[in-house]
């Protein structure tokens, strides 16, 4: 996701390195970045994906832990977690046969200020 133009609130609602929502239109480069990440977030199974790995003690979870939980097959949850990383929502490192998963908090911080409107 590109930042460069962006400002963003940070949690106390001072400003960081990017405009918010309020702060003016959007360019069309910067629509694109970010529709990227919030249409990856515009999957129930994607959700759940980020929710299961964020809540994970440590930060990070194999991707052999994630498949269990859901009704789906390996391929496809690969699938969710490849969009996921093609959004710049998350990483990961494979480690012999497995491949361990963790959020980009700075990525999630950038969107939760983008969406963040100033109290008037």
Not at 15 to 34: F, R, S
Request: aromatic share 6%.
């Amino acid at each position: 996701m590109s930042n460069h133009e962006l400002k963003i609130l940070d949690r106390n609602g001072d400003t960081a390195c990017c405009e918010g929502l309020a702060a003016a239109p959007l360019k069309d480069e910067q629509a694109a970045d970010l529709a990227k990440a919030f249409k990856a977030l515009g999957d129930p199974v994607r959700l759940r994906l980020m929710s299961m790995i964020v809540s994970r003690e440590g930060g990070e979870v194999c991707v052999c832990e994630l498949t269990p939980a859901f009704d789906l097959s390996q391929p496809t949850i690969s699938h969710h977690l490849k969009l996921l990383r093609q959004a710049g929502l998350i990483d990961c490192e494979r480690r012999g046969t497995w491949v361990y998963y963790w959020i980009l908090p700075a990525a999630l911080d950038r969107l939760a200020g983008f969406l963040a409107v100033p109290q008037r």
